[in-house]
């Protein structure tokens, strides 16, 4: 479709406004961690690939319904630590991450600096 072209991918945008309905209907405190891990994940989530991006979001909507449903608390599922969180839900999803592939390429640069 030549719209997609100039604008990408509308189903993913329709899944990405699904999200944050979703986001935006979940009591609080659930809802504001939410948003915040919602930012978190955008800036270090999945870079170049949509498709990931939104079905990692879903999950993420996913966890907090179900956290919300069930009245566990939101300490019992991010941890003490809400980043490590972040850092480990985000492992669990293909897809590079700018700081990722950053990683990546000084490890790599590392190496062949190491090389005879």
Do not use: C, H
């Amino acid at each position: 479709m030549w719209i997609e072209k100039l604008t990408g991918d509308l189903g993913q945008k329709k899944q990405y406004r699904e999200f944050k309905a979703r986001i935006a209907a979940l009591p609080q405190p659930y809802r504001a961690a939410g948003k915040a891990l919602e930012r978190y994940l955008m800036y270090l989530g999945p870079a170049n690939d949509g498709a990931v991006l939104v079905a990692m979001l879903g999950d993420l909507a996913d966890l907090l319904e179900q956290a919300a449903a069930d009245g566990t608390p939101l300490r019992q599922v991010v941890g003490e630590d809400p980043a490590e969180f972040a850092d480990t839900f985000i492992a669990g999803y293909e897809g590079g991450s700018w700081i990722r592939r950053e990683r990546e390429r000084l490890a790599d640069a590392i190496a062949e600096a190491e090389r005879p």
